[in-house]
């Protein structure tokens, strides 16, 4: 009997470092709205890891997700790293410049309007949503803290295919 109970508590410890592990590596996030087209579409389910702010940061590309609140409330949001901390960010007629290189942005859609010519504080982001004309960004709202950003997408859940 002792020994029953002991393989059950055992069970139930692997299982709650099995969930805990998975909640950190690989949580589901059903996007709303149009901002990471085509990347990311309306309803799509992405794969989004917490972990990636505890080995090494985050990167020029990541696309990661962050709490935003507005009059509306808050919001989970999803938006690409485009320059991160140190870097130079222009937003120049031609696109998106970073430490004086054009960047090569095939995933974007729609011309990158705004101003914005600035270093990148310690600690933070610039992020833009791949569709630019419709993106509500660090265009618009600033840079964005790391230490506010919840993780970075892995890859899309649902659909897998798309």
């Known amino acids: 009997?002792?020994?029953?109970?002991?393989?059950?508590g055992n069970d139930i410890l692997r299982a709650a470092i099995i969930l805990?592990?998975?909640?950190?590596?690989c949580w589901p996030l059903r996007l709303s709205g149009g901002s990471m087209e085509?990347?990311?579409e309306n309803g799509n389910v992405v794969c989004v890891s917490r972990l990636a702010g505890f080995f090494g940061g985050y990167d020029r590309g990541d696309v990661v997700v962050?709490?935003?609140t507005d009059e509306d409330g808050q919001r989970q949001v999803i938006k690409r790293v485009i320059a991160v901390e140190g870097d130079r960010l222009e937003i120049v007629p031609e696109g998106v410049m970073v430490n004086g290189v054009l960047l090569d942005e095939?995933?974007?859609m729609g011309p990158?309007?705004?101003v914005a010519d600035l270093v990148i504080p310690p600690d933070t982001v610039f992020v833009l949503g791949d569709h630019r004309t419709e993106s509500f960004d660090s265009r618009n709202m600033g840079v964005?803290?790391?230490?506010?950003?919840?993780?970075?997408?892995?890859f899309r859940l649902f659909p897998f295919f798309g």
């Open 106 to 108: 095939p995933y974007a």
């Open 66 to 68: 962050f709490d935003y």
């Open 38 to 40: 085509p990347t990311y």
């Open 20 to 25: 805990l592990v998975l909640f950190y590596a």
């Open 144 to 154: 964005i803290a790391e230490k506010d950003l919840k993780g970075k997408v892995l």
């Open 112 to 114: 990158t309007e705004g």
């Open 1 to 8: 009997m002792r020994r029953n109970i002991r393989n059950w």
